[in-house]
């Protein structure tokens, strides 16, 4: 049985891996990359990597999904002839996939023996953080620096986006994400799934000290949670010039660069944490993050500013 259930989704990841190829329409390619973002959260709960599947759900499938559709709901209208590559084009983009899909499974299903690890590494040093979950442990103490340069990279990429903005409606306020025809189901869900999601993507950040969850988890329901209300027509997208806004995106990784700075003198160095206070350092470091993490993935998939400042 557990055999048969590992062959279905193998399946249905090639499935929708092809369907997200050869899709003619941008909207059915788009909907296929979510689908198949979903089956590999499936997949990593499969192997037991509980984080790496939240991660997969919540930001591959979902807000990579939703940049994406929005990104096809902003292109013009075109001819369907040139609007996407050719047959010939996609077939080798498909090749191309299968060979570098075949490289990994080969170097995966033939590891060195013993299989080289750091995990004994990190369980051995757990407890000098205070943290339970050895995810956290990596990301916020021996990986530091490479968290704190992905979170720089989100705040550049949201600079990024408005920087597409005409001069004449720089720091005004982006285009509505209301629908076309208004929908009394998702403006329902707007009214009632909010408090729900809120609580849900508070309890990521604060469980992920301990247990599976984080900031990029929870920050995400919190995103998805704002940018639903949007979609409803329950609140505009915000001006990109607001102080408040632009506060809110920068004060996860401005804290996390005044705690590595701070490291220099109540510890050993650059994002070291004092004995007995690393554990409350990173809650508060993640906590941060997550609201900067919400704010920007919903300004991102808001797009660049699309009207006048108010005066």
Not at 68 to 77: K, Q, S
Not at 181 to 188: E, H, Q, R, Y
Not at 190 to 217: C, E, K
Not at 268 to 277: E, H, K
Request: charged residues 15%; neutral net charge.
């Amino acid at each position: 049985m557990s055999l048969a259930v590992d062959l279905v989704m193998v399946l249905l990841i090639l499935t929708a891996a092809v369907w997200t190829i050869l899709a003619r329409d941008r909207r059915d390619a788009v909907i296929a990359f979510i689908v198949l973002g979903l089956l590999l959260s499936l997949v990593w709960m499969r192997l037991l990597a509980v984080d790496v599947a939240l991660t997969e759900a919540a930001v591959g499938g979902g807000a990579t999904g939703l940049v994406l559709l929005r990104a096809c709901a902003r292109l013009l209208p075109v001819e369907a002839d040139g609007a996407l590559p050719g047959l010939r084009l996609q077939v080798a983009v498909g090749v191309l996939c299968a060979v570098v899909g075949a490289c990994l499974a080969a170097v995966i299903l033939s590891p060195p023996e013993p299989a080289p690890s750091l995990a004994p590494a990190v369980a051995a040093h757990m407890e000098d953080v205070g943290l339970k979950n050895p995810v956290t442990v990596v990301l916020l103490a021996y990986r530091a620096l490479d968290t704190l340069l992905e979170k720089v990279v989100l705040v550049l990429g949201l600079i990024g986006v408005w920087a597409l903005a005409p001069d004449l409606f720089w720091g005004g306020r982006p285009a509505s994400l209301r629908a076309a025809v208004p929908s009394g189901t998702l403006t329902f869900l707007a009214r009632v799934l909010p408090p729900i999601g809120v609580l849900i993507g508070i309890y990521l950040v604060w469980n992920g000290a301990d247990h599976p969850g984080g900031t990029f988890q929870g920050g995400t329901v919190l995103a998805a949670m704002w940018l639903l209300v949007m979609m409803a027509d329950l609140g505009d997208p915000p001006e990109t010039r607001a102080l408040r806004l632009r506060r809110l995106v920068a004060v996860g990784p401005a804290l996390f660069i005044a705690v590595g700075l701070a490291g220099f003198g109540m510890a050993d160095g650059f994002l070291s944490y004092p004995p007995g206070y690393a554990k409350p350092i990173i809650v508060a470091v993640e906590v941060a993050l997550a609201l900067s993490i919400a704010v920007i993935l919903g300004l991102m998939v808001a797009g660049p500013a699309a009207k006048e400042p108010d005066q």
